[in-house]
């Protein structure tokens, strides 16, 4: 079996993952560590939850030289703000172990803590477009001695409208960087950027999200509108920590204090809340302190949480490609998942184009959260929960379908 250390990863960057207890590379890793190590530019592709930080993080980290002040040397670019803390936070002890700082800049939060993080000798800069292309134009940072360059996720930043502005920042750093370029696939918008930024790249394929569902367990259940939040709660409790998926920012409010008050622990993430209440809820639901994330779409293009137990569609998709995005949240690295979408008798015609178009069988069932228990697992009792997640002594009553409290 492979491991790290025959990958070329040293020592002291061992001793860290030891800690973590990162014993094993996963399929992307084993497949594009060494060549990153070499100082090769690398094409990765890899479904969401494969290991891709630690893919390009690795050697970034080994390779990264020391920074001047608002000069990095290493640039990671990523799609959303939760997405860019993430990478951070997964860094930032490999790169003190080598005596490199790893800052992240990303809009919704003020300018000068970015400022001051740049002008302390920021190493590394993980950065979401929109707010990097500021400080440049500001003059708070200057990208010409960057070396190492990452573009994480690429074909969300092709869906959200970022490439323009990638490439723009691209062009500014130094012409003789290693470029590492990772997505869910890559084709066209994606293919462009490997054309023009990248050199002879060792191409990795490991997986694709774009066309297949995810390894998870998924259920279409026919509700009615009213009794979907009921549904919802029985989810949760069933399955344990949920990700809950609506439309607009309203219904996720709405959701989330419904859940609130029947005694599910929620919070809510959306494009209206500030940084810092994003943040705080992805954090508690991270750590298993809250039961359920009711989110976005677009808000949840960052969501990346290990041990997501379900997805729940409290309102169906638009096309196939957010199903499976939405979907991919949960059944990560390999592990089990849960993922049901709640479908109104006059929606199962556009769902029923969804399951056809990710190959799942056009089927819709009765709600049954008996029908949840898998072999070795009895229901309420969820294996990939976090130990850290609240007992059931410690949540409020739960309320009845018929409004008694049990």
């Not at 891709?52 to 670019?77: D, Y």
């Not at 622990?265 to 943040?279: D, T």
């Amino acid at each position: 079996m492979t491991t790290f250390a025959d990958l070329g990863v040293s020592g002291e960057l061992l001793t860290i993952l030891s800690e973590r207890d990162i014993t094993t590379p996963f399929p992307i890793q084993a497949a594009a560590i060494a060549d990153g190590l070499a100082g090769r530019d690398v094409c990765g592709q890899a479904p969401t939850g494969s290991g891709k930080t630690l893919a390009f993080g690795l050697p970034l980290i080994a390779r990264v030289g020391a920074a001047t002040s608002g000069r990095p040397r290493a640039l990671i670019l990523a799609p959303t703000r939760e997405l860019a803390e993430q990478i951070k936070q997964e860094l930032v002890p490999l790169a003190r172990a080598r005596g490199r700082w790893v800052t992240a800049i990303y809009g919704g939060v003020g300018y000068e803590a970015q400022r001051r993080a740049l002008r302390n000798r920021a190493d590394v800069v993980v950065a979401c477009p929109g707010r990097l292309a500021d400080l440049v134009r500001e003059g708070s940072i200057n990208l010409s001695a960057v070396d190492l360059v990452v573009v994480d996720e690429a074909d969300r930043m092709a869906d959200m409208g970022f490439l323009p502005e990638v490439r723009r920042l691209l062009d500014m750093t130094s012409p003789r960087r290693q470029t590492w370029l990772f997505s869910a696939t890559l084709d066209r918008d994606v293919a462009v950027l490997t054309r023009d930024y990248q050199t002879n790249p060792a191409i990795h394929e490991v997986g694709d999200d774009k066309d297949r569902p995810s390894e998870a367990r998924h259920l279409f259940w026919t509700v009615e509108h009213h009794d979907r939040l009921d549904h919802t709660a029985d989810l949760i409790e069933a399955a344990g920590s949920s990700i809950v998926f609506c439309r607009t920012r309203h219904g996720v409010d709405k959701v989330t204090r419904r859940l609130t008050q029947t005694g599910i622990s929620a919070e809510a993430i959306h494009g209206g809340r500030s940084q810092g209440q994003r943040q705080r809820a992805l954090t508690a639901f991270s750590r298993g302190t809250v039961e359920a994330l009711v989110a976005t779409d677009v808000a949840a293009r960052g969501i990346h949480v290990v041990g997501v137990a379900a997805v729940i569609h409290f309102d169906p998709t638009e096309d196939a490609k957010t199903y499976l995005h939405r979907s991919g949240r949960t059944a990560r690295a390999g592990a089990d998942g849960l993922v049901v979408s709640l479908v109104t008798a006059d929606q199962e015609w556009h769902v029923g184009t969804i399951q056809r178009s990710v190959g799942l069988a056009s089927r819709f069932d009765t709600p049954s959260v008996t029908t949840l228990a898998t072999a070795g697992q009895r229901v309420g009792t969820p294996t990939l929960v976090s130990s850290s997640r609240r007992s059931d002594n410690n949540r409020g009553p739960r309320r009845s379908r018929s409004g008694r409290r049990r």
